[in-house]
C-alpha cells in the first residue's frame, strides 16, 4: 500500500508530503483546487507519460517520491526478473527535467518507464471516470471473469502452448512455401547440379592443375636448365665432381706434413658426396620432365571448365563451386523429403491444437462458472446501489479459432429497465450506471487481485443521498478485505466513512497560486463534511449533522 508521498514542483503543487494509512480514506476539496493534480502526480510516479509542461513554473524539474509497502501481494518475481533489490517497503521516485527528460528510480536504481509502468499497474489500480470505457472492451471483460475463476496460471500454461501452437503453424507455412518454391526451381537445380557433377570437381584441384600446367608449358626450358647443372658438375668438358674429388686427395697427401689439410680434406669429401647426390636428382629430375602436348592440352581444358563454371556460377574458386554443388544437393534431397517434413509439422501441430483446445474448453468452463457467480453478485451489488430491475448478463461466443485468451468471445449485456431486453453494456448504459457498474466489478474482482491499493475519482459522481452512502460502504467494505482504498468524491456521505480524511486546497502565497493537501483532523473533518453539506454558509445545523454523519461512519 502507499504509506507516504512526497511532491516537488509538480504543477501548483510546490511542496507536499502526505502520510496514508491503510483501509478507506476519503480526499476531498472544492472543484479547481487541485484533486486531479494530486492524482496526476501519482500516475506520473506509476509511469504515465510526462513532459516538461507539468513543471511548476520557475523550477528546473520536478520529482514525485512514495513509499510503497509491497509485502504479502507477491512482487517478488518482479523485482528477481527485472534484477532490483527486493525489500517490504519500496521507493519508487520519478523525476521530469526542464528539458522533457524523465528518469525513474525503484529503491534506488535505475529503471526504465516501461518497468515503472509494469511496477505501478501492480501497486496502484486508478479508476477514473475514463476508465469506465474498459467496459466496452471484451479483452477487459474476460480479464474480468478470469480474476473471478482464479485462471492466471490457466492462461500461463494455455499461452505457453499457444505460443508453440503458432510458432508451429508459422513453420508448416515456411515449409509449404520453400517447398514451393524448390519444386518450381527443381529442374533448374537439377541441371545445374548434373552440370557440376559431371565436372567431378575436387577441392584442391585447381591449384594442383594450374602448378602442372605452369610446368607442362615450360617443360623444355626447365628440361635445359637442369641438364645444364648437371653437365657443369659432372660433363666432360667442366667436370665440377672430378675438380672436387682431385682437390680432396690432393690435400690428403699434404695432410701426412700439415693436419689442418687433413681437415679441410675431409670436408671437401662431404662436399663431394653432397654435390654428387645432387648432381643425380638432377639428372633424374631432367630424365622426368617432358614435353606431352596432349597433357597440356587436357589441363588447360580442364582449367577452361573451371573458368567457365567459376563465372557462371559467380564464385571464385573450385571450393566454393563444390559448396554450391553440396547446395543444390541438399535443396534437391529437401524436395524429395518435403512431403515428409510437412507431414511431420502438420502431426506436431494436430497434437498441439488438440492439447490447446483440451486447455482452452477447460478455460471456458471456469469462466462459465465465474459469469454465473458475476452475474449474480452484480445484480445484488446494483440492486442495493438504486437499480432494482437491473438485469446484467455474460454473453458467450467462440472466436473463429484459437487467441491468446482461448476461444472465449464474451460481451456484457446490461438493462435497467425489466421492459428492455439486454443489449452490449457500454452501448445502452448512462455514464451514472456505468460507473456503479465499475465500482460493482472492482468489489467484486478486488479480492482476486493482488493490488494492495485503488484510488477512485469521483466514481460517486452523479449520485446522493442514501445511494451515496451505499457506495461509500461498498468502497469502506472492499477496504475490509485487506486493501487500502482511496476515494476522491464530493459527498459528505462518502467523505463521512472514511478511516483518514484529506484536503486537497489552494493558498495564494507571494510566489503565486500554490495547491497543498493535508490530513484532517476530527474536528476539521467536521468542518469540512459540514461545508459539503451547506456551501460558503457555514450553519449551526451543518455542523450538527456533520458530526452525527462521522458518528455513524
Given at each position: 500500500?502507499?504509506k507516504?508521498?512526497?511532491?516537488?514542483?509538480?504543477?501548483?503543487?510546490?511542496?507536499?508530503?502526505?502520510?496514508?494509512?491503510?483501509?478507506?480514506s476519503?480526499?476531498?476539496?472544492e472543484?479547481?483546487?487541485?484533486?486531479?493534480?494530486?492524482?496526476?502526480?501519482?500516475?506520473?510516479?506509476?509511469g504515465?507519460?510526462?513532459?516538461?509542461?507539468i513543471?511548476?513554473?520557475?523550477?528546473?524539474?520536478?520529482?514525485?517520491?512514495?513509499?510503497?509497502?509491497?509485502?504479502g501481494?507477491?512482487?517478488?518475481?518482479?523485482?528477481?526478473?527485472?534484477d532490483?533489490?527486493?525489500?517490504?517497503?519500496?521507493i519508487?521516485?520519478?523525476?521530469?527535467?526542464?528539458?522533457?527528460?524523465?528518469r525513474?528510480?525503484?529503491?534506488?536504481?535505475?529503471?526504465?518507464?516501461?518497468?515503472?509502468?509494469?511496477?505501478?499497474?501492480?501497486?496502484?489500480?486508478?479508476?477514473?471516470?475514463?476508465?469506465?470505457l474498459?467496459?466496452?472492451?471484451r479483452?477487459?471483460?474476460?480479464?474480468?471473469?478470469?480474476?473471478?475463476?482464479?485462471?492466471k496460471?490457466?492462461?500461463?500454461?494455455?499461452?505457453?502452448?499457444y505460443?508453440?501452437?503458432v510458432?508451429k503453424?508459422?513453420?508448416?507455412?515456411?515449409?509449404?512455401?520453400?517447398?514451393?518454391?524448390?519444386?518450381?526451381?527443381e529442374?533448374?537445380?537439377?541441371?545445374?547440379?548434373?552440370?557440376?557433377?559431371s565436372?567431378?570437381?575436387?577441392?584442391?584441384?585447381?591449384e594442383?592443375?594450374e602448378?602442372?600446367?605452369?610446368q607442362?608449358?615450360?617443360?623444355?626450358?626447365?628440361?635445359?636448365?637442369?641438364?645444364?647443372?648437371?653437365?657443369?658438375?659432372?660433363?666432360?668438358?667442366?667436370n665440377?665432381?672430378?675438380?672436387?674429388?682431385?682437390?680432396?686427395?690432393s690435400?690428403?697427401?699434404?695432410?701426412?706434413?700439415y693436419?689442418?689439410?687433413?681437415d679441410?680434406?675431409?670436408?671437401?669429401?662431404?662436399c663431394?658426396?653432397?654435390?654428387?647426390?645432387?648432381?643425380a636428382?638432377?639428372?633424374?629430375?631432367?630424365?622426368?620432365?617432358?614435353?606431352?602436348?596432349e597433357?597440356?592440352?587436357w589441363?588447360?581444358?580442364?582449367?577452361?571448365?573451371?573458368?567457365?563454371?567459376m563465372?557462371?556460377?559467380?564464385?571464385?574458386?573450385?571450393?566454393?563451386?563444390?559448396?554450391?554443388?553440396?547446395d543444390?544437393?541438399?535443396?534437391?534431397?529437401?524436395?524429395?523429403?518435403?512431403?515428409?517434413?510437412?507431414?511431420?509439422a502438420?502431426?506436431?501441430?494436430?497434437?498441439?491444437?488438440?492439447?490447446l483446445?483440451g486447455?482452452?474448453?477447460?478455460?471456458?468452463?471456469?469462466?462459465?462458472?465465474?459469469?454465473?457467480?458475476?452475474?449474480?453478485?452484480?445484480?445484488?451489488?446494483?440492486?442495493?446501489?438504486?437499480?432494482?430491475?437491473?438485469?446484467?448478463?455474460?454473453?458467450?461466443?467462440?472466436?473463429?479459432?484459437?487467441?491468446?485468451?482461448?476461444?472465449?468471445?464474451?460481451t456484457?449485456?446490461?438493462?435497467?429497465?425489466?421492459?428492455?431486453?439486454?443489449?452490449?453494456?457500454?452501448?445502452?448504459?448512462?455514464?451514472?450506471?456505468?460507473?456503479?457498474?465499475?465500482?460493482?466489478?472492482?468489489?467484486?474482482?478486488?479480492?482476486?487481485?493482488?493490488q494492495?491499493?485503488?484510488?477512485?475519482?469521483?466514481?460517486?459522481?452523479?449520485?446522493?443521498?442514501?445511494?451515496?452512502?451505499r457506495?461509500?460502504?461498498?468502497?469502506?467494505?472492499?477496504?475490509g478485505?485487506?486493501?487500502?482504498?482511496?476515494?476522491i468524491?464530493?459527498?459528505?456521505?462518502?467523505?463521512?466513512?472514511?478511516?483518514c480524511?484529506y484536503?486537497?486546497?489552494k493558498?495564494?502565497?507571494?510566489?503565486?497560486?500554490?495547491?497543498?493537501?493535508?490530513?484532517?483532523?476530527?474536528?476539521?473533518?467536521?468542518?469540512?463534511i459540514?461545508?459539503?453539506?451547506?456551501g460558503?454558509?457555514?450553519?449551526?445545523?451543518?455542523m450538527?449533522?456533520a458530526?452525527?454523519?462521522?458518528?455513524?461512519?
Amino acid at each position: 500500500m502507499l504509506k507516504h508521498i512526497t511532491i516537488r514542483n509538480f504543477a501548483l503543487i510546490e511542496k507536499a508530503d502526505v502520510d496514508f494509512t491503510g483501509g478507506f480514506s476519503v480526499i476531498t476539496g472544492e472543484t479547481g483546487h487541485g484533486k486531479s493534480v494530486f492524482l496526476g502526480s501519482v500516475a506520473m510516479l506509476l509511469g504515465q507519460r510526462s513532459d516538461a509542461k507539468i513543471i511548476r513554473e520557475g523550477a528546473d524539474r520536478c520529482v514525485v517520491e512514495g513509499c510503497f509497502d509491497v509485502s504479502g501481494f507477491g512482487l517478488e518475481d518482479f523485482f528477481e526478473e527485472n534484477d532490483l533489490d527486493y525489500d517490504t517497503e519500496c521507493i519508487i521516485r520519478r523525476e521530469v527535467l526542464s528539458t522533457g527528460r524523465s528518469r525513474a528510480f525503484v529503491n534506488d536504481t535505475p529503471v526504465s518507464v516501461a518497468q515503472l509502468k509494469e511496477l505501478g499497474t501492480r501497486l496502484i489500480d486508478i479508476h477514473s471516470q475514463h476508465q469506465n470505457l474498459l467496459l466496452g472492451d471484451r479483452n477487459y471483460q474476460l480479464g474480468v471473469l478470469d480474476v473471478l475463476a482464479g485462471n492466471k496460471d490457466r492462461i500461463a500454461a494455455y499461452r505457453s502452448v499457444y505460443d508453440s501452437y503458432v510458432a508451429k503453424q508459422h513453420e508448416l507455412s515456411a515449409l509449404k512455401e520453400a517447398l514451393e518454391r524448390s519444386r518450381q526451381d527443381e529442374e533448374w537445380l537439377r541441371y545445374q547440379l548434373n552440370e557440376l557433377e559431371s565436372a567431378q570437381l575436387k577441392e584442391g584441384e585447381q591449384e594442383e592443375l594450374e602448378q602442372e600446367e605452369a610446368q607442362l608449358s615450360h617443360s623444355e626450358d626447365i628440361q635445359a636448365a637442369l641438364y645444364g647443372a648437371s653437365v657443369v658438375m659432372d660433363g666432360d668438358e667442366l667436370n665440377l665432381l672430378r675438380a672436387l674429388k682431385d682437390a680432396a686427395s690432393s690435400l690428403e697427401k699434404a695432410a701426412a706434413h700439415y693436419a689442418p689439410a687433413g681437415d679441410l680434406a675431409e670436408r671437401l669429401d662431404s662436399c663431394y658426396i653432397e654435390l654428387k647426390d645432387c648432381c643425380a636428382e638432377l639428372q633424374q629430375h631432367a630424365e622426368h620432365v617432358q614435353f606431352d602436348p596432349e597433357r597440356l592440352d587436357w589441363v588447360s581444358q580442364r582449367l577452361a571448365l573451371f573458368s567457365t563454371l567459376m563465372k557462371k556460377h559467380r564464385v571464385g574458386s573450385v571450393e566454393e563451386l563444390v559448396a554450391l554443388e553440396k547446395d543444390y544437393a541438399s535443396r534437391l534431397d529437401r524436395i524429395s523429403c518435403g512431403d515428409d517434413d510437412i507431414m511431420a509439422a502438420e502431426h506436431a501441430l494436430n497434437k498441439l491444437r488438440d492439447k490447446l483446445a483440451g486447455m482452452a474448453a477447460e478455460l471456458t468452463a471456469e469462466r462459465r462458472k465465474s459469469a454465473v457467480r458475476l452475474q449474480e453478485g452484480i445484480c445484488d451489488i446494483l440492486v442495493n446501489l438504486g437499480m432494482p430491475r437491473i438485469r446484467f448478463e455474460v454473453e458467450f461466443k467462440a472466436t473463429p479459432g484459437f487467441t491468446s485468451m482461448g476461444v472465449d468471445n464474451v460481451t456484457f449485456l446490461f438493462t435497467a429497465n425489466s421492459s428492455s431486453a439486454p443489449q452490449p453494456l457500454s452501448d445502452v448504459a448512462s455514464g451514472g450506471e456505468m460507473a456503479r457498474v465499475m465500482l460493482a466489478l472492482k468489489s467484486l474482482v478486488v479480492t482476486g487481485k493482488k493490488q494492495p491499493t485503488l484510488i477512485f475519482d469521483e466514481v460517486d459522481t452523479g449520485v446522493s443521498g442514501v445511494l451515496a452512502e451505499r457506495m461509500g460502504r461498498l468502497m469502506q467494505q472492499m477496504a475490509g478485505t485487506g486493501h487500502q482504498v482511496l476515494s476522491i468524491t464530493h459527498l459528505p456521505q462518502v467523505a463521512a466513512l472514511g478511516s483518514c480524511h484529506y484536503k486537497v486546497f489552494k493558498n495564494e502565497t507571494a510566489k503565486g497560486t500554490v495547491t497543498d493537501i493535508v490530513e484532517l483532523k476530527q474536528e476539521e473533518r467536521v468542518r469540512e463534511i459540514a461545508q459539503m453539506m451547506s456551501g460558503e454558509m457555514l450553519t449551526d445545523a451543518a455542523m450538527e449533522n456533520a458530526a452525527l454523519l462521522l458518528s455513524q461512519s
